[in-house]
């Protein structure tokens, strides 16, 4: 029996405002061309320099999987030549990297597994090359250039698809509650590379290929579907796996050859001399330990524990760093975890559906919104008129009491006005009256609806109930 | 004017004998009566230098104390990046090469008052140590002009030399300021690697580079150092907290203890040369210095370390001069590797692509710890041989260089014996060291010869007080090539 040995590379992009070499800015989709400077573009005689928070993020990432933190870390010149490349090489860790030897605990098929991580290294991104199909001229946008990274390579820990993709989702949510990376896959700001062999069980680890291109989580587990098949295949056939580098296409649910090892690049690593060592020292490190985040399984716990929240509900919350950060915002300012965690499971998640909102761009006025907890609670006004409000606060961030008062959401509590709204209900609908006093008890649903639609929603469901009984059952509603 | 020190002009300014722009058009004028002569300019930016002058002036007037340098013409090698200014390493490659940004040491002059004529020739890259290998042409020795003018640094020395500059910067690698500076019979200084910002000095060997000053007497290479010193946000590697301030007006030299290496009085060094560097040990010993001899160790090493190095850093430094963004594009090239292969081929010269492929190889898979993993042991037993020596002396005097300049086209096809030239300057890099070379004397063929003085990390000062105490002692900065007169205290030979 075949099985796979599978190891990852995980480029990330970090979440600072400025460049890792210079003051430049990492925002997404400007201009091409307009998040440039002399340093970032590699003019001739420029130097990078370090920018602090680089340091930070990767020191947090490497305490937060375990990490040795290399208290003298070197970076070092990768040299290739590529148009996306101004300086010809790229700026990045090879003998001495910043985080070594750690480890991150996942469950795949109802099994624990720690999966061990060989190194964190930091590096620049390259630019990007846009190639016009119409004048068939490629065009350089450097904006890219100098975009903080690390490299997450872990050992070839992994069996099956599964744990890799387990692997993944833990890892993109440590980046993501850590705030190191915001893991937009579709931005590019999360990569990563699959080296795959195959082995006998237990027996001699293969030849090993690269996989590149992989654009999804789960394309991730297409590819790894993929290349444990096409090397079972070529050894069960008698043929021999070359070790090579190989890109995905997801369309095809196809890889093919980019290059083997014969044709691979010799890099040329040495020291870079423009840059001191990286040092961390002690304090550094425990500044940033003392500092270290709440991450989302620890969420989880304290949300079921201390706030009694469902644990299905606590799922959904911790889903996303931006939906947790708004529960506990409702939570702290209604004073009601639960009922905050009720509207976001319910008529916030729907909205955002409705609205087609990612969790990452979700934002709402979190002062409102925990107002309308409370004046559902006191019973101001009913849970219809609540999700109306809440809606068209999510929406349009309408003034709460303007709107309700527009609306005429208020609860109507005025037993004259209630019972005035019944006796109207009951002669325009007798037939439904007389179902009830058969026995029919499904017509007192709709009688109550009735009467709250007559009341325009804003009916004290209680009143309504209490009022509507009472004339039913004297007779009183018989004209 | 011309016959003064850059510090005596900048006061004459001061007290109003001349205008800035009297002295900027004149040393134009100078300049362009010339014509070329010894080659020395690459590029003369005259309108900007004139408006600059106005500027200058008028803070001047307004009696703005800039420095002890304002109003003083000034020339930069031309592989320090100047704003609008063409910059092109005297390299077809990078004709027409406009930068968008200032060097850190450009910046600084122009914060002294200071005013920018032009940039100089040199060998291309900073590669050679005869300014022979420059795209545009052999810079000529003031002093026969068949001769060379040392390299890299040989338009600074020369156009010094010659009067057509009283001040310039420099670059100095592997001996770039301090050869040439031999050669032309003026004061130049190699500061300690990390005092004078590199950015936007086009690298040719990071770990090596400093920019550093060339002028007519220490007094001068001073104050210019001090301008151009001290920590820059730009450079990681700039680590001096404060400019330099060279206050000190001792005239004695008493307890200085200075070491001259035996073994570099060998037969490799030309008799004239030796002689003259030993007079000048001697000067400094009437003044109160001890002198003593030792034996530089691993003096064999210095040079091979020193090539295998620079070229491997300059084989990546100059990997992104690739035809695709500015500079040089070869015409002939129809695919992306065409346009990497023929521009590069055609746009650096022989010297330059000679230490490319020679880096190249040395870091190559399989021969990186064959060579470049071996260079850097010998690189930090020759810094820490030299640490403990200056736990024993203050300052290392020594040639600077085998022999006078030679003939122009002589030794530009034997680059092993070229290299071997570098025998006495290349370790004071590897080191990170300063060093200051110096006029002592001439040869049979009345060429100059310099030495120089090799001091710790950062001694600067201990450098500069020692040159300047020589020089108040003898006359071989004064002479001038043009004069055939030779002063008095030559003859003390």
Known sequence: MWEPVIGLEIHAELSTSTKIFCGCSTEFGAEPNTLVCPVCSGMPGVLPRLNEAVAVYAVRLGLLLNCSINPNSVFDRK??????????????????????????????????????????HIEEDAGKLIHDPLSGNTLMDFNRCGIPLVEIVTNPDFETAGEVAEFLENLKEILMYADICDCKMQEGSIRADINLSIRQKGGELGVRTEMKNLNSFKAIGRAVESETKRQTEIIESGGKITQETRRWDDNKQKSFSMRSKENANDYRYFPEPDMQPLIISDDMINGIKNTLPELGTQKRERYEKDWHIAKNDAEIITSHKNIATVFEELSEKSGSPSESANLITGEIMRLMNTHSIRPENLKVNCDKLSYLIKLEHSGKINGNSYKKTVAAVFKDNVEPDDYIMKHGLLMNSDNDAVSRAVKKVLSDNSVAADDYRNGKEKAFGFLMGAVMKELRGSGNPEIIRKSLTEILSNGDGRI | MFDITALELSKAIKNKKYSVTEVTEA???????????????????????????????????????????????????????????????????????????????????????????GKMNMDEFAMGGSS????????????????????????????????????????????????????????????????????????????????????????????????????????????????????????????????????????????????????????????????????????????????????????????????????????????????????????????????????????SSGYYDAFYKKALHARSLIKNAYDSLFGRYDIILSPVAPTTAYKIGENISDPLKMYMGDIYTVSVNLAGLPAISLPCGFDRNKMPVGFQLIGAAFSENTLINAARIYQLNTEWHKNKFNTKQVYKKCGNR
């Open chain 1, 79 to 120: 040299n290739y030549i590529y148009p996306d490349l101004p300086k010809s090489y790229q700026i990045s860790q090879l003998y001495t990297p910043v985080c070594t030897d750690g480890k991150l605990e996942i469950t795949s098929g109802g099994k624990t597994k720690i999966i061990t991580i060989r190194e964190i």
């Open chain 2, 27 to 117: 040393y134009i004028e100078k300049i362009r009566g010339n014509n070329n002569k010894y080659n020395t300019f690459i590029t003369i930016s005259a309108d900007r230098a004139l408006r600059q002058a106005e500027a200058v002036q008028k803070r001047i007037d307004s009696g703005e104390n800039i420095s002890a340098l304002a109003g003083v013409p000034v020339s930069l090698k031309d592989n320090i990046s100047t704003l609008d200014i063409e910059t092109t390493c005297a390299s077809k490659m990078l004709k027409g090469y406009v930068p968008v940004y200032n060097a850190t040491a450009a910046d600084r002059l122009e914060q002294a008052g200071m005013i920018v004529l």
């Open chain 2, 132 to 363: 022979e290998t420059g795209a545009l042409g052999t810079v000529k020795n003031p002093w026969d002009i068949n001769r060379v003018a040392g390299g890299s640094s040989g338009g600074s020395a020369a156009g010094v030399a010659a009067g057509e500059i009283p001040l310039s910067l420099g670059s100095d690698t592997g001996g770039s300021i301090r050869q040439p500076c031999s050669f032309c019979s003026v004061t130049g200084i190699k500061p300690t690697y990390g005092a004078v910002s590199r950015y936007g000095l086009i690298a040719y060997a990071s770990s090596l580079d400093q920019i550093g000053p060339i002028g007519k007497n220490a007094d001068d290479c001073a104050a210019l150092l001090s301008v151009i010193s001290g920590k820059d946000g730009m450079d990681g590697t700039c680590t001096l907290e404060k400019p330099f301030d060279f206050k000190s007006e001792t005239q004695t030299q008493k307890g200085i203890r200075i070491g001259i290496p035996r073994n570099y009085f060998n037969k490799e060094l030309d008799d004239d040369v030796g002689n003259a560097v030993i007079n000048a040990a001697k000067e400094l010993e009437k003044t109160g210095a001890e002198l003593e001899e030792f034996d530089m160790p691993l003096m064999d090493y210095a040079v091979e370390a020193y090539y295998i190095i620079a070229c491997a850093e300059a084989s990546s430094n100059l990997s992104r001069y690739d035809g695709i963004k500015y500079g040089y594009r070869s015409q002939k090239a129809q695919t992306l590797p065409e346009v990497y292969r023929f521009s590069r081929s055609e746009g650096f010269g022989l010297e330059v692509k000679r230490r490319i492929m020679l880096g190249s190889f040395v870091l």
